[in-house]
């Protein structure tokens, strides 16, 4: 593995500044295009599972906070509330959970609403010291993949299941893999919510999930959020630390505290459950990941640039500019690294991370053929032009680590 900082300063993918400040790190075009990436996927695939995405303001009143617990139990994390005069305080929100149950509540439920998947790749901001931030993996404002699922106690192990596989399935598309599964309790001390019953319900759900999906676990206190426990997906960085890159939440507390309720079948008020569920935790830990694990060579649909297309002399820049624009026009992020450059030898080396290159010669050009060659050294045989572009589009598309199908696959 490799150190996410250093790659990432030579890569072009981030960096920081102090007259921005420490943990606000900014994003370079290369970098901002694997964020684009990842954000769509994630969205994409969260559409596909039922999920309807919202937005959220980044600040909330005091009193938001106050009902949620977050400032009883999670105020030496928060930022400072900044006056807006009257009285009245507003605060840079530290989780993005009040807010949706704000939304839930914000009209009538029934028992036919749920289970209610609400989505959100939203701000958030944590005061962290000086001290703790590194990188990516420990910044103070985090664009977080978060989503929060309204349900009736009967669903919480079937919605908690879904988004263990919905995280699943994300982890193979990109290539990474878990540590292992946490199951995070509470531990001693009063930074918990004081609700025994609640507790043992929300763990039994997830203790059920765990062994319904046959994943090994290991139970550790201490580790919970204020509000209920969780199931961490834990990541290691190139150094061997660990860290919580995916949670799933099971949460009686806040629906109680916010007075959530849906109308049953039976007519009757009842109070929902809140599942919390990130698939890829905050984008900025799952870039530092991905840039570890990979190195920068990305899979095909994370690259900053997917084609470089490589005309042999002057002569072929023609049909090189006519391939990318076939590219282009499929959704492809592509590169044309034309003679003026340097030889072909050179240029080929300074796209060796580009998981498709297309070299166009003069035997190519006469014949309305490129050749492709795939990161991993490759090289299968030539294809005209339109079915190249489409035969990539369609790899990208699946969203996988395979960079090619058929009989050169290898």
Partial sequence: MHDHRELGRELGLFGSDPLIGAGLPYWLPDGAAVRHALEEYIRGQERAAGYRHVYSPVLGKRELYEISGHWAHYRDDMFPPMELGGGEQVVLRPSLCPHHAVLFRSQARSYRDLPLRLAELGGMFRAELSGVLA????VRAIQLNDAHLFCTPEQVEEEAAGALELIGRAYAAMGIRAARYRLSLPGPGGKYAAAPEMWRRATEALVGVLERLGLPYEAEEGEAAFYGPKIDVQVRDHAGRESTLSTVQVDFHQPE?????????DGARHRPVMVHRSVVGSVERAVAQLVEVHGGAFPAWLAPVQ??????AAE???AAREFAA???ALGLRV???DARQGSLGARVRRARLVPYQGVIGAREAADGLVAPRLRDGRRPAP???PELAS???ALVGAYGVRLWDGPDAG
């Avoid at 990188?135 to 420990?138: E, K």
């Avoid at 916010?258 to 079948?265: I, N």
């Fill in 135 to 138: 990188g990516l993996t420990r």
């Fill in 257 to 265: 505290r916010f007075g959530l309720r849906y109308v049953g079948a």
């Fill in 307 to 312: 084609v470089a297309v490589l005309p042999v």
């Fill in 316 to 318: 072929q820049e023609a």
């Fill in 326 to 328: 076939r590219c282009v």
């Fill in 335 to 337: 590169e044309v690294a």
């Fill in 383 to 385: 294809l005209p032009g």
């Fill in 391 to 393: 035969r990539i589009a």
